[in-house]
């Protein structure tokens, strides 16, 4: 697996897995810092030659900044994947030196993936769709105590 910038050729991916219509996700990729998660299609032993491979889509983190917080705000895969996708906002907040955010439904999954990235719970966050959320948040000090960034 390896983790690239969104292209407006993702659209198409991505609206599938959001259940968003591609247009919508066409503007999320422009109005965002959008990483995607793609593996070789078929056989890995042509992963090496990205000219002659189609790649797959099997995650992605979109990413913005307001005032001096990086927010996730949308983001899709696997355990793994969604932690090797979440280095992406990370990283950036760590050379900025801004904290990172990301509001989630409560899911007892889904936080044990947020928690294994390195966020905390910071609390109660604002209901979506009629469904509870918990705000997770790292600060900018604890960015550097995630081992293989």
Known sequence: MRIRDALESDAEALASVTSRPEDVVRNMIHDRSVRVAVEA????????????????VCGFVAFDVRGDTVHVTDFDGNGSTIER?????????RREEMGVEVVVPNDEATGEVIEASGFESAGRG????????????????????????
Do not use: Q
């Open 41 to 56: 299609a078929g056989d890995s032993d042509t992963a090496g030659d990205s000219d002659d491979t189609e790649e797959v």
């Open 85 to 93: 996708l979440f280095e992406e906002p990370r990283r950036f907040a």
């Open 126 to 149: 604002p209901r979506f769709e009629g469904r509870r959320t918990t705000r997770y948040r790292i600060e900018f000090g604890e960015l550097d105590g995630r081992k293989n960034e």
